[in-house]
């Protein structure tokens, strides 16, 4: 099974940015179509992204659209989540994972391809 690795996280005030990676072993990725999620403390994961593997196609949630943006270094097995603007209310573990049967509406409803990584800590103070 394709293991997942995130990092990048780290904390920094609202307005700032940072940018999230998730490596895939033997950089292949798990699925056609890769995606991002975060879960606050206290809340339940929920979808942020998602791209597939050609790039051709991508999707975000309400809450980041216009301020995220996501990308693919295929070469490297490398999936990407460029965050600006960030907000307080971005403050989460932000994970990485295919989408089910790499079909993108899949993500948005959770269904994943593999187990869940440690994720990254993203922290954003006000």
């Known amino acids: 099974q394709v293991q997942l690795v995130e990092s990048g996280g780290g904390l920094v005030q609202a307005g700032g940015s940072l940018r999230l990676s998730c490596a895939a072993s033997?950089?292949?990725?798990?699925?056609?179509?890769m995606g991002w999620f975060r879960q606050a403390p206290g809340k339940e994961r929920e979808f942020v992204a998602s791209m597939t593997t050609s790039g051709s196609s991508a999707y975000f949630a309400d809450a980041v659209k216009g301020r995220f943006t996501i990308s693919m270094d295929n070469a490297k097995g490398t999936m990407y989540l460029q965050m600006n603007n960030l907000k307080p209310e971005d403050t989460a573990v932000y994970y990485c994972?295919?989408?089910?049967?790499?079909?993108?509406?899949?993500?948005?409803?959770?269904?994943?391809?593999?187990?869940w990584g440690q994720g990254t800590q993203v922290t954003v103070s006000s």
């Open positions: 994972n295919g989408c089910l049967t790499g079909i993108s509406s899949n993500c948005r409803r959770l269904l994943v391809s593999g187990s």
């Open positions: 033997g950089h292949t990725f798990s699925s056609y179509v």
